[in-house]
């Protein structure tokens, strides 16, 4: 037996309009074709209604084929040879041109740094405590340049050829030199503590 529902027909759901989904594609397309095809050079809108084509006929009249398809907007500069600039020695140095912002250029080593000024003490107390800081100071100093002797002397003996032993040489002078003035300022500042204390 049937069942008196399976007679029924179902009916399809009822579908959109086509239209909107035309609508949208053809859109896109005419969107791609404006941008592949649109004209590279569209002179009216820059130079007014009667630019556009004088600057057409001049870009024609250009020497070369390259020139003969676009449109120059902006004309080139005269601009002056590198060496007919006037060179002063206010603004030149033998090895280039100086930066006021920043300064002659540095080829060598730094300048020494200034020489420290000794504040003014209210107290004698003070200025021994003052001096006993640098005495700490120099003696660190002093303490790091006797390990740098040491480390060059052990460093000389352990070398193997001639031309170690050379160049150990040619850093011992810089490194006693280090190393004594190291000293006479850990000397000046006891001197100067000896004198305080009297």
Do not use: C
Not at 50 to 76: D, N
Not at 79 to 89: G, I, L, V
């Amino acid at each position: 037996m049937t069942s008196p529902n399976s007679h029924q027909t179902e009916t399809p759901e009822e579908e959109g309009s086509p239209l909107p989904a035309l609508l949208a594609g053809g859109a896109i397309i005419a969107i791609f074709a404006a941008i592949i095809f649109w004209p590279a050079g569209d002179t009216a809108t820059y130079n007014g209604p009667a630019g556009g084509v004088q600057a057409e006929q001049s870009a024609v009249q250009g020497s070369s084929p390259k020139a003969s398809r676009r449109t120059a907007r902006v004309e080139a500069r005269a601009m002056d040879k590198p060496a007919a600039r006037e060179q002063t020695s206010a603004t030149r140095t033998a090895a280039g041109v100086v930066n006021p912002k920043i300064g002659p250029m540095i080829t060598g080593m730094a300048p020494p740094p200034p020489p420290e000024e000794i504040p003014e003490f209210s107290s004698k107390t003070e200025e021994i405590v003052y001096w006993e800081r640098k005495l700490q100071v120099a003696t660190r100093a002093l303490n790091d340049r006797s390990t740098f002797v040491d480390r060059l002397n052990r460093i000389s003996s352990d070398a193997e050829d001639s031309q170690e032993r050379e160049l150990i040489e040619s850093r011992r002078a810089a490194v006693e030199r280090n190393y004594e003035s190291a000293r006479t300022k850990v000397k000046t500042i006891e001197k100067r503590l000896e004198e305080l204390r009297g």
